[in-house]
């Protein structure tokens, strides 16, 4: 539960901060929904994440992992981002700057329209060449059986996401140590994320470090929450909408 003193309170940091940095995972899209990966019904309860979301495994069995992300990238295609997505991007338009940084792979934030954004883990709507690394859109593929995915000249492509044992897109990397180090952080937003990855954790305590505020918003709490300003322990579709408000009505 959230009390309206909390919502105040975040709502009126928020009003005051011009430098923010938002952090999103996979809960961001769960009222889109999108499975999450470690929730009660996460993909990860079901699947091995080393067999469907690594190199080793790729190389293994490529036919098993693209039918696994063909399923899911239908899931994606018949998805529509939700008040949580479109919360973020009025909040982009309201703050002089604003940086997002998604682990998600759906590219919901970029179909609402957010703008100064990374998907650090890649795009599940790409695919790469095995041969040459050329990107393609799986517009562009065919994402039928019989599987692996082939490129049109016959090669063996991979979905164009960060796995497990990879490094995460170094434009991105840059792009946030660039922003850290130009000004301090006033706020930074953990979204929908078990912020399990030393990065992620290293943005989040960054912030607090320079006396930015750290704000979770999670039914529920991780282990960053013990570092928080304030944890919202709500869906992000349900609190984002109520909190940009007090960024609108102090800007008009
Ligand atoms: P997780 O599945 O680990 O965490 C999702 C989080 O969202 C959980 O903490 C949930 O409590 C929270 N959540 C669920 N519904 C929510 C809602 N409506 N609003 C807000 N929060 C909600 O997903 P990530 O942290 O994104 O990487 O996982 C990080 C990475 O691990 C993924 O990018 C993926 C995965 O393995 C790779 O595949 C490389």
Redesign the pocket.
Known sequence: MVSEKQLNRVGKWLAGAKRILVIT????S??SGIP????AD?Y?KKHD?MTL?SPEGFAANPALVWEWYAERIATVRAAEPNA?HRALVELERRVPEFILLT??VDGLHRRAGSQNMHEI?GSILRARCMETDKIYSIDDLNIEPPFPVRTPEGNLARPD????GEIIKMDAMEAVDQYFDADKVEMCLM???????PYIQRWALQTRQRDGKLIE????P?MLADFCNEVLEC???DCLPGLVEYVSKSTY
Request: no cysteine; proline share 3%.
């Open positions: 995972g996979a809960g961001i769960a009222e999450t990966f470690r929730g996460g990860w994440v979301a949580g682990q998600n883990h996401v960060v796995w497990f979204i929908g994320t078990t912020g399990m990855f918003i999670n039914p529920e991780t869906n992000a579709g």
